[in-house]
């Protein structure tokens, strides 16, 4: 019983053109409870991504009007990516080697989903908690 990428993917992630403002970017994320978007391009392949990360340090740290800056201008297009059947300790590896919170789930140069550290986490607990309940009961005698 290894989980996979896939098997982890959060499929509901927010994705925008590279010509939308930051502005309106900011007002989707918060309606959608989302801390990234995705950049993707009109045939859907991935370009890039956004963070809130990138809103405080490249726009609100530098006192910038965000209307007036387009998420093409602040994106990361250095996308960090797993196939959807990489095993999640590879992921969680790439990860902490990469310093990053979030991989892109690709298949076919397209956006399957994103894995995040929370996800990683609560699955992983999910994961761990079903595991000891399989080896408590093959140690329990059986009468």
Known sequence: MVLVAKDIVEKDFLSLSRSTSAFEAARQMKAKGHGFVIIASGGGAPEG???EW???AKIMAEGIDSAGVMLGDIMTSNLVSVDGNEGIDQVAQIMTQKGIRRVLVISDHKVLGVITAKTM???LKEYIDRVSSQIA???SPMY
């Open 49 to 51: 991504i956004v963070t």
């Open 54 to 56: 990138d809103f405080l």
């Open 121 to 123: 986490l609560s699955r």
């Open 137 to 139: 009961r093959l140690q």
